[in-house]
T-cell receptor, first 115, second 117 residues
Framework: SAVISQKPSRDICQRGTSLTIQCQVDSQVTMMFWYRQQPGQSLTLIATANQGSEATYESGFVIDKFPISRPNLTFSTLTVSNLSPEDSSIYLC????????????FGEGSRLTVL | AQKVTQAQTEISVVEKEDVTLDCVYETRDTTYYLFWYKQPPSGELVFLIRRNSFDEQNEISGRYSWNFQKSTSSFNFTITASQVVDSAVYFCALYGNSGGGADGLTFGKGTHLIIQP
């Protein structure tokens, strides 16, 4: 199984600012996924990040609001821009443990609170 | 379209009771995979089990057991002799591979399990 580290683990930000979340994996992976978990809710896929190409965003999520970088096969960042209280969520990075089955391993999550 | 329904929003039981978490899914894929994840209060997601659509054998792992019923599109999770440490949110998830390649899982809304001492 992959070991996934996310930074920061939690942060409190002011409205209108941005937060960048880092995700580091201990092995090379083709695809990385970013999920959002709003308070008391399930997980929603934000985007899929492949190395060397632009991220693919799910319906309801746009690049201007959630820019993603994927500079190499072990690292990705998700930025949440122009923060509002509605962005308060846990953001989770995940990688495929076994591509044929869709099994995912998750980072510890980054808990964001926007004031 | 894929859908996962966990009708139980919250379950509260007393320690040592058995508890079953329900999961019903919808998919048009003939090949698919079902998962259970545990999310303790600390927030991380812990993988518990994966089951493919061709394997309807029930599985037991210690106090945990899973009942996969393809005829009713259900993949229920039972904890026997529950313990306080089992308190967490449990997510059922589905992956169908008709599109080829992984494109993320479809998660249910989760069941918040509270084990009271």
């Amino acid at each position: 199984s992959a070991v996934i580290s996310q930074k920061p683990s939690r942060d409190i930000c002011q409205r209108g600012t941005s937060l960048t979340i880092q995700c580091q994996v201990d092995s090379q992976v083709t695809m990385m996924f970013w999920y959002r978990q709003q308070p008391g809710q399930s997980l929603t896929l934000i985007a899929t990040a492949n190395q060397g190409s632009e991220a693919t965003y799910e319906s309801g999520f746009v690049i201007d609001k959630f820019p993603i970088s994927r500079p190499n096969l072990t690292f990705s960042t998700l930025t949440v821009s122009n923060l509002s209280p509605e962005d308060s969520s846990i953001y989770l990075c995940s990688v495929v443990g076994q591509e044929s089955t869709g099994e995912l391993f998750f980072g510890e999550g980054s808990r964001l609170t926007v004031l | 379209a894929q859908k996962v329904t966990q009708a139980q929003t919250e379950i509260s039981v007393v320690e040592k009771e058995d508890v079953t978490l329900d999961c019903v899914y919808e998919t048009r894929d003939t090949t698919y995979y079902l998962f259970w994840y545990k999310q303790p209060p600390s927030g991380e997601l812990v993988f518990l089990i994966r089951r493919n659509s061709f394997d309807e054998q029930n599985e037991i792992s210690g106090r945990y057991s899973w009942n996969f019923q393809k005829s009713t599109s259900s993949f229920n999770f039972t904890i026997t002799a529950s313990q306080v440490v089992d308190s967490a949110v449990y997510f059922c998830a589905l992956y169908g591979n008709s599109g080829g390649g992984a494109d993320g899982l479809t998660f249910g809304k989760g069941t918040h399990l509270i084990i009271q001492p």
